[in-house]
């Protein structure tokens, strides 16, 4: 019934709703008057422009048969249109559980529908329960859609993946294969590796990118040290070490994050198309060319590469912040020098980075 009326435009719903009342009396089906309160005080709301998103989703749930959007545990079903098969079986399950509860009268849709603090919470309680609580079969919903909602983001991540290789893979072969810069690369390494032994910054978020533990040795050949530091960027393997956390600062929502965190945190936003983007245009140019972070933000939005719009100054800003947490850690491997110059080695040894990034592991 809500979800009817919640189909047209509300004028027309309100215009119906004297019309629908009849019919269901008719019908003997006649609905409470704390209902038809509810119905008139909410598409009013509507109407007039005054009802938000959350007024709306709460006089729906004030049926007593409506899954909550965000339980207590934080747990959010899915969309409609979004949810698999395990989703949508726990979606139907969960409404049938909770027609049955209405029917039982352990559910009171008129108290919701007045707003009783003590009816909403049984009724988050109720549904809380029910989330957490094994089926018959063993399976318990909220993780059993947890996992389904994981299993396709890492597909669409790998498909997403696969795809950005390829088009790395298509764009290098009409490229000319650079001379690899055997000195320079030595030279880079000896400084990685003071680096990783120090405290600090940027070590500690280089060996979180590389994935390499505290006091773990490192690659004794210096081409695979410096591909796996780099590739680590494009894609962080593991967090930055925990020794220095609280229980207070992990709590402390508002609190700010420190400048490692923030970096790594960018490292994870950067989206594969802007990788692609980035360093293809970088092959193509060759060393010498800028690759400074407001000017790998216009490499992105002219690329020819990738599907994107930049042309929005805000949409700039953020590539040119993400980047501006790449370019001090490509500076301390030798991609780019102190005037964020790209270098012969830089030039050679992104691309290699890249495609190992992205490679599937053996």
Known sequence: MVRALLAVPSGVA???????????????NPMSPAFWD?????????ES?????????????????????????????PEED??????????????????????????????????DDGAREAYEDLQEHWLNSPLPDGRIPSVVVGEEQDEEMFAARDEEEAFALGELR????????????????????????????????????????AGFEEGEELPEDDEELWLTVTAGIAG????????????????DLEGELGHEDTALAALCAIHYADWLAVVAALARRG?????????????IAESDDIDVDLDDPEDLEAAEMLFGSV??????????????????????????ALERAWSPFD
């Open 14 to 28: 309100l215009v119906a709703v004297p019309d629908l009342r009849r019919a269901l009396l008719a019908a003997g």
């Open 236 to 251: 962080p393997i593991s967090d930055l070490p925990e020794e220095g956390d609280t229980v207070e600062g992990f709590t």
């Open 82 to 115: 979004e949810r698999g098969p395990v989703a949508e079986e726990m979606y139907r399950r969960l409404v049938v559980h909770l027609e049955e509860r209405v029917a039982e009268g352990v559910i009171d849709p008129d108290a919701l529908a007045r707003k």
């Open 287 to 299: 060393p010498g060319v800028l690759a400074s972070p407001e000017r790998i933000a216009r490499l």
């Open 327 to 352: 370019t001090p850690l490509w500076a301390s491997l030798g991609i780019v020098d102190r005037n964020e110059i790209l270098t012969p080695l830089g030039h050679w040894g992104l691309p290699r």
């Open 38 to 46: 509810s119905v008139k005080a909410t598409l009013g709301a509507i």
């Open 49 to 77: 422009g005054n009802a938000t998103v959350g007024d709306v989703q709460r006089w729906l749930e004030s049926t007593g048969t409506e899954p909550l959007l965000l339980t207590r545990s934080f747990f959010v079903w």
């Open 170 to 209: 298509r764009i290098l072969t009409e490229l000319p294969e650079p001379v690899r810069p055997a000195s320079e690369l030595h030279r880079a390494c000896v400084r990685l590796r003071e680096v990783l032994a120090g405290p600090g910054y940027p070590g500690n978020v280089l060996r979180a990118c």
